[in-house]
């Protein structure tokens, strides 16, 4: 099978080189490199990677919502020790339609749901413990919040996902790692097999605390396969090997962002010792440059994932309510993070009524009115042809006679994977071509903003590819500006 493989590689590199895109010869989310390659051979080959159907429809979703809600809800911590009581958990006007709808007005796409955090405490009346719903005084015991927001999802046409933490500091099992894994496996089992599709499922990372003296062993490879088996469709995140964490918890991507990458979560010595040699990790700034793909054994399609809170905590705190992120820095996430060739998954935590809170509710609609107005108004008439650029090449854009603009957006067709290493954008002004904003990588979407400028037209100039690039889209619009004091703001609609 590897001497196959290896031939076949050959024969594409050859046919990549003679014929470039002629060869249409793709790698779906992994390849690794034969030894005898060149640098310039594997940062060629590594263009061709390409994402799997499934993340590739996760990354058109762009804008999706954690939802952490828990018995953190109702003992004002962050991070639960695993003793509370469960009849602490009593939501009084829990309603997940609330939450769904409230956030399909505002352009999200998928709910992620944290279904357990590391106090154990489980929101679905799970088999594996009594630390659950089951034993909480919410709907008399009968409660399952997993069922109520994923239905809540299916009737207004949004994905669901589930984040379930590896870490339980209520499982007398955690540390006897067969018996956890076995429990851990059984939970995963439940949420996959009870609720319709699941979309995304989210392992947060495994440390616990400093201090805890149970020490834990992970089978991610039976998890792994629970997760394939039961939902196939489903990218598995974080520590899963479909979707990574982007480094931070501030909503922000990388200037330069690449989805092609050698990282992969550290879930076996074999990997862990790969990253080590490469000097790579989630929040390292360089995880694809072609230095690194030279240096690297094999490349994945390894997407980022922004993940940020809209408060300064992660669960609902009354004392937060005036510390909501305002409007400017939600626009600012947005551009850092959808504007970066990443999903932003952005955190709404509901309060003790099981609602998310008004100032929460307000600013989502604020916010989903701004995207809205400001990319609905495309301001190119031909933005929307596809074009395959080699390095250097141009190409004009015209705009909208009379319209300002002071933002553009570039798109890769990523089926055909991601290639652009550097590109300017240039305004028609007093009849020379004037630099307006320049980058690094696009991937599936890339935003800049510059000052308001009317011209006849831009043009893109593509300084950089790995091969030739595969431009699905370029846009220009006006984003109305926004002042660090600005609290509120109505559409112009």
Request: proline fraction near 4%.
């Amino acid at each position: 099978m590897r001497k196959i493989f290896f031939t076949t590689l050959l024969v594409s590199l050859a046919s990549l080189s003679g014929c470039n895109q002629r060869a249409n010869t793709y790698f779906e989310k992994r390849l690794a490199f034969p030894d005898l390659l060149t640098s310039d051979q594997k940062v060629k080959l590594s263009a061709y990677v390409i994402p799997t159907q499934s993340q590739y429809e996760w990354q058109q979703i762009e804008l999706a919502a954690f939802i952490h809600f828990g018995m953190n809800t109702f003992t004002g911590k962050e991070w639960g020790d695993g003793t509370e009581d469960p009849a602490l958990f009593n939501p009084t006007d829990f309603d997940a339609d609330q939450w769904v709808s409230t956030l399909q007005k505002a352009g999200f796409k998928m709910v992620i749901l944290t279904v357990k955090h590391h106090d154990g405490f489980c929101l679905w009346p799970t088999r594996t413990t009594s630390h659950s719903v089951a034993s909480s005084p919410w709907r008399n015991g009968f409660g399952d919040v997993v069922k109520e927001v994923k239905e809540a999802c299916d009737r207004h046409n949004m994905r669901f996902g589930v984040y379930l933490s590896p870490w339980d500091r209520n499982a007398e099992s955690y540390g006897d790692s067969p018996r956890y894994n076995a429990m851990f496996a059984q939970q995963l089992g439940e949420l996959l097999t009870n609720y319709g599709e699941i979309h995304e499922v989210w392992f947060d990372g495994t440390h616990g605390d400093e201090h805890d003296s149970k020490v834990q062993r992970y089978d991610w490879t039976h998890f792994y396969q629970v997760v394939d088996s039961l939902q196939p469709k489903a990218v598995k995140a974080i520590m899963g090997n479909d979707v990574r964490w982007v480094g931070n918890e501030e909503g922000l991507g990388r200037e330069t962002e690449w989805s092609v990458t050698p990282l992969q979560p550290d879930i076996n010595d074999a990997i862990i010792n790969e990253n080590i040699r490469l000097g790579i990790s989630p929040t390292a700034e360089d995880l694809g440059s072609s230095r690194l793909i030279a240096e690297a054994k094999t490349v994945y399609w390894y997407p980022s994932e922004v993940d940020v809170s809209i408060r300064p905590g992660w669960f609902y705190h009354p004392e937060e309510d005036q510390a909501v992120k305002t409007l400017p820095q939600l626009v600012d996430i947005y551009f850092q993070s959808v504007g970066m060739n990443s999903v932003l998954l952005l955190n709404i935590p509901p309060d003790k009524r099981g609602r998310l809170h008004e100032t929460d509710t307000e600013r989502l609609k604020q916010f989903g009115n701004y995207i809205t107005q400001t990319f609905e108004n495309e301001k190119l008439t031909n933005g929307n042809i596809e074009w395959k650029a080699r390095t250097g090449a141009s190409r004009e854009y015209n705009v909208i006679p009379g319209e300002t603009i002071n933002t553009v957006m570039l798109q890769e067709d990523i089926r055909k994977g991601q290639r652009v290493e550097e590109f300017v954008v240039e305004g028609w002004i007093n009849d020379e071509w004037v630099e307006l904003v320049k980058g690094t990588t696009i991937g599936y979407k890339r935003l800049l903003r510059f000052d308001d400028v009317s011209v006849p037209k831009l043009r893109v100039t593509i300084s950089e590819t790995r091969d030739i690039a595969n431009i699905f889209k370029v846009g220009a619009y006006h984003a109305p500006h926004l002042s660090e004091g600005t609290d509120t703001y109505h559409s112009a609609k």
